[in-house]
């Protein structure tokens, strides 16, 4: 039986850019991987664990992240790292508000349970 620690597995600047939520900025990334639970982080680790690696299928190597050896991960995160550049420069960044409607629901359900909080707090 696996023992999972409270704590979530840190991960680097570049593995955190490179997986899901993809292509958001860091505050809104961050922002949506607290709505996670633990667990989530854990499940690509246990698969790992169990199958290798998901890209090599080699269970020999040390883990990287994301159930990825050390290997297949930075060829992963650099080959995306390398597609972000791409689309970066092709799209020029343009932010038309997609991460702001999609935090809205959010940000209101927040202010009705606030209210909600206050009244029965009483």
């Known amino acids: 039986m696996y ?4 704590k979530r ?7 955190q850019a490179a ?3 993809w292509f958001l900025d860091r505050v809104i990334r961050v922002r949506i ?20 690696c998901i890209c090599c299928h080699r269970k020999d190597r040390a883990y990287g992240s994301n159930g990825l050896c ?3 991960n930075w060829t992963v995160c650099e080959r995306l790292r390398l597609m972000d550049a791409r689309l970066q420069r092709q799209f020029k960044r343009e932010n038309d508000g997609v991460e702001r409607t999609f ?5 209101n359900a927040k202010r009705l349970l606030g209210d909600i909080k206050a009244i029965l707090g009483k």
């Open 3 to 6: 023992k999972i620690s409270s």
């Open 9 to 15: 597995p840190a991960l680097s600047r570049d593995e």
């Open 19 to 21: 997986f899901c939520p």
């Open 33 to 52: 991987n607290k709505l996670l639970p633990r667990y989530y982080y854990f499940r690509l680790r246990l698969y790992f664990d169990k199958y290798g």
């Open 70 to 72: 050390r290997a297949c």
């Open 103 to 107: 935090l809205r629901r959010l940000e």
